[in-house]
């Protein structure tokens, strides 16, 4: 028997029962003892199109339950190697950004000050911001990979410096990341000016738009990332609308000609063998997700980032 929380089995278990946390993992109220946790952060108020991505969580695990914990594909054993658990949900301020914007930094402040590598459930993508926040006074600057339909790099959307299409820009003012270790992936749709994407080139970042990925397995661009990238320590921001509307329909702000579900696993997939030091999952909005297949796109890719943490054991 491991000494690692497992997910409760579909065979102990109907799929549909158990307890709602990602992969019907055990909850926790702290981080402490563990390598990984999962965290729900209910956040839509900085969205600009469609709400409902605060629904993101809670969905995400729900069809997360069709999870099982050993990959085939690259057979890493998360849960033989990893001790994991879900910490639930961020408590925001649902009626003031800039004060969820501090709660969020606190609190993965305290996740990682037990050493434990935080994989968040979105929310919108201003979420990430609070949380680079945090990951930065650990790490300093890190590297990023940020799988995206938009490059969120405004100066400011109706006048505010924080919002869904703000936080890469500010994480690089603020020095939370290092621009010649940003890669974009995805990156399509219609702008207001070149600058949309050339201000992202200026500054260093490698952008990789969707037109360049059609047609294409993505593993040999992963080599090149991991090259890049290197062996300081790395995040990974995966916006579900980078996904073609035909595989994630459940999102906000959706672009046609996006990446395949199979491009997003050769990405995820991808990042083994970096630091990584943390990962999200954004921008998944149940109400335009009557299927559920957005939400079980986002919660595979989750786990898909658990498999590549460092630490994690691959059998032969």
């Known amino acids: 028997m491991s000494d690692f929380n497992q997910p409760l089995?579909?065979?102990?278990?109907?799929?549909?029962?158990?307890?709602?946390?990602?992969?019907?993992?055990?909850?926790?109220?702290?981080?402490?003892?563990?390598?990984?946790?999962?965290?729900?952060?209910?956040?839509?108020?900085?969205?600009s199109n469609r709400p409902g991505a605060r629904l993101g969580p809670r969905q995400i695990r729900d069809e997360s339950r069709m999870l099982r914990p050993y990959n085939l594909a690259t057979r890493a054993a998360p849960f033989d190697s990893l001790q994991v658990a879900d910490l639930g949900d961020v408590a925001i301020n649902t009626f003031h950004l800039p004060k969820s914007m501090d709660i969020i930094t606190a609190f993965y402040d305290e996740v990682l000050g037990h050493d434990c590598t935080p994989l968040t459930l979105g929310g919108d993508h201003t979420v990430t911001l609070p949380i680079l926040r945090a990951?930065?006074?650990?790490?300093?600057?890190?590297?990023?990979?940020?799988?995206d339909?938009?490059?969120?790099?405004?100066?400011?959307?109706?006048?505010?410096?924080?919002?869904?299409?703000?936080?890469?820009?500010r994480a690089l003012e603020e020095q939370l990341i290092e621009g010649t270790r940003v890669v974009q992936i995805g990156l399509r749709g219609t702008g207001y000016s070149a600058e949309?994407?050339?201000w992202c080139r200026r500054q260093g970042f490698?952008?990789?738009?969707?037109?360049?990925?059609?047609?294409?397995?993505?593993a040999p661009l992963m080599d090149e990332v991991r090259e890049q990238l290197g062996a300081g320590p790395v995040y990974l921001s995966f916006d579900i609308d980078g996904l073609d509307p035909s595989v994630a329909p459940g999102?906000?702000?959706?672009?046609?000609?996006?990446?395949?579900?199979?491009?997003?696993?050769?990405i995820v997939r991808g990042a083994w063998g970096l630091d990584l030091v943390g990962g999200d999952l954004m921008e998944v909005a149940p109400p335009y997700d009557p299927s559920g297949n957005t939400a079980l796109m986002g919660a595979t890719l989750l786990y898909e980032m658990l498999?590549?943490?460092?630490?994690?054991?691959?059998?032969?």
Not at 28 to 38: C, H, K, Q, S, Y
Not at 206 to 218: D, F, G, I
Request: net charge negative; with cysteine; glycine share 16%.
């Open 9 to 47: 089995g579909g065979n102990d278990m109907p799929r549909f029962g158990g307890p709602a946390t990602m992969m019907r993992l055990p909850s926790a109220t702290t981080a402490e003892g563990l390598d990984a946790a999962f965290i729900g952060v209910p956040l839509d108020i900085g969205t």
């Open 251 to 266: 999102t906000g702000t959706v672009e046609m000609g996006g990446l395949t579900g199979a491009q997003g696993l050769e």
């Open 196 to 198: 949309d994407f050339d």
């Open 135 to 147: 990951v930065a006074k650990k790490y300093g600057p890190v590297g990023l990979i940020h799988v």
């Open 307 to 316: 498999c590549v943490l460092p630490g994690v054991k691959r059998g032969v």
């Open 206 to 218: 490698r952008v990789v738009t969707a037109e360049e990925c059609w047609y294409r397995s993505l």
């Open 149 to 169: 339909a938009h490059a969120d790099v405004n100066d400011t959307m109706f006048g505010e410096p924080i919002a869904h299409g703000t936080p890469f820009r």
